[in-house]
């Protein structure tokens, strides 16, 4: 009601003059959904917070964030607009409404009129989206009948072979960063969380979209992960450097292996469940013990943040900014580790080159990475606008999909490689056939206004 009524009072404002902005209701609410995720004294990009008014008046690495009366002039409103805003970064970008709130609220002066509350508005899921929302994860059942896409803070699920509209699945968390199907099918995991609130899971029955499960651990997001291969558990990155290990059953206690320095971005297990591969924005790439809970080996570090990781039957694969994908040599690089020296001054010998498997170079960053069931398949999805299918044996490429919606931020396969989804930051879903190359399917799942004609 409160939303309706600030968008209609906006409306007005378009065409009487701009209704006065409070920093407390309208702005800072802003700030703390869509911001303090990485501008807050915990993480803080940029050198700038926004979880504090001192710190934001002040602004970050380049200076001030605006003067007061100058909206157009402010590094806080050009970051946030224009055709591709930067910020927030590698998110959907601020509402029409939103950017209208701070423009109005600097050309008012910038006032704080009062100091930010700590409640945080609850999370709306509009019937109709203005614009998509980016897909940041999908997941393809083992049998490639049935697709489900992470839309912002809903699940949209729907079949492949028919026409029947999207099952959308609402939840409680502002953002939902990973989906996945359970190996057997009959689960469907659904994580993310708030920002600096909680991190979550739900798990869906995917025959009629039913909850089976709800838990809310820690007091930050959780990001990308996988399922176990048995199913009982669910391995999920962590904002707070570690790997969360949830079990279906709601009964068993969850578990963290703390080994990373910032957000864990990726993990996946390894086919006989008793390793995990974690990729992190720390630029490692780490194998740990699912049952020591402790790490193995920290197997490289990237010059640049890694997103996407994967596990074959013998390699740990990484991949992230720096646009290289890396295989690394499980038996070889946790075997025993040599040592030069003696006391103090002994060191490890770094026997990396002899683990390395390296794939060819890939044309842009890495966003995804998916192995089928069997694991003899891996794709790729990059920023740039194709996907690549490699054989994990031979590491060579073995299928492009050209011209897919880029950037790709999240790609799937069924369990024996035939079928691939992806979902793209442009809020498409694709769906293709992988021997044969041709597309299945292409939908934006969330229902979306028709557009208007521009400026009218
Ligand atoms: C996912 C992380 C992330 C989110 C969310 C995010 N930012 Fe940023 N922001 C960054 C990073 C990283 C930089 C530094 C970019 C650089 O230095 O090139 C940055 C830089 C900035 C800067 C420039 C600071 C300076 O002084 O150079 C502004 C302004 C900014 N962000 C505003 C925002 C606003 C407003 C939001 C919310 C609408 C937001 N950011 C959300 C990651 C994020």
Not at 7 to 36: M, N, Y
Not at 100 to 108: F, G, T
Not at 235 to 246: E, T, W
Request: charged letters at 20%; one cysteine or more.
């Amino acid at each position: 009601m409160h939303r309706t009524a600030t968008i209609f009072s906006l409306l007005l404002a378009a065409t009487a003059g701009a209704e006065d902005v409070s920093f407390q209701r309208d702005v800072w609410p802003i700030f703390k959904r869509h911001c303090v995720g990485c501008h807050s004294e915990q993480k803080t990009k940029g050198r700038l917070r926004l979880d504090d008014v001192a710190a934001l008046m002040k602004g970050g690495k380049t200076g001030p964030l605006f003067a007061a009366g100058k909206p157009d002039d402010s590094l806080l409103i050009t970051q946030v607009s224009g055709e591709k805003p930067e910020m927030p970064e590698n998110e959907a970008p601020l509402s029409a409404a939103k950017v209208k709130l701070l423009h109005d609220w600097i050309a008012q002066g910038a006032k704080i009129d009062a100091a930010p509350k700590s409640e945080v508005p609850p999370v709306v899921i509009p019937a109709t989206y203005a614009s998509a929302p980016a897909v940041s994860s999908v997941t393809i059942s083992p049998d490639g009948k049935q697709v489900a896409a992470a839309c912002r803070s809903e699940v949209m699920v729907f079949n492949v072979d028919d026409d029947s509209a999207p099952r959308r699945l609402p939840t409680d968390f502002d953002i939902i960063n990973h989906v996945e199907f359970s190996p057997d099918g009959k689960r469907l995991a659904a994580a993310g969380g708030s920002p600096q609130q909680f991190g979550g899971v739900i798990f869906f029955d995917p025959a009629d979209g039913k909850q089976q499960g709800m838990r809310r651990i820690g007091t930050d997001t959780f990001f990308k992960g996988n399922f176990a291969p048995d199913g009982q558990t669910i391995a999920l990155g962590g904002a707070n450097g570690a790997i969360h290990l949830v079990p279906v059953d709601p009964a068993a206690q969850p578990a963290m292996i703390e080994l990373h320095s910032d957000w864990v971005t990726a993990v996946a297990f390894t086919a006989d469940g008793k390793q995990l591969v974690s990729g992190s924005r720390d630029k490692t790439t780490k194998i740990s013990s699912v049952e020591g809970r402790t790490l193995l080996r920290s197997v490289d570090e990237s010059p640049d943040p890694i997103n996407a990781v994967a596990a074959d039957t013998l390699t740990a694969i990484s991949g992230g900014n720096a646009r290289t994908l890396t295989g690394y040599d499980f038996k070889l690089a946790l075997s025993g580790v040599e040592v030069t020296g003696s006391g103090n001054g002994a060191r490890p010998v770094n026997n990396r080159a002899q683990y390395v498997r390296a794939f060819e170079a890939q044309a842009d960053a890495v966003m995804g990475l998916a192995t089928s069931g069997d694991r003899k398949l891996l794709a790729v999805a990059t920023r740039a606008s194709e996907v690549r299918i490699y054989e994990t044996e031979k590491r060579t490429r073995k299928t492009t999909i050209p011209k897919v919606p880029s950037p790709v931020l999240a790609i799937a396969l069924n369990r024996d490689g035939t079928r691939l989804a992806l979902g793209s930051k442009t809020g498409e879903v694709q769906i293709w056939d992988t021997a044969s190359g041709k597309l299945i399917k292409a939908l934006i799942p969330v229902p979306v206004q028709p557009a208007t004609i521009a400026g009218k």
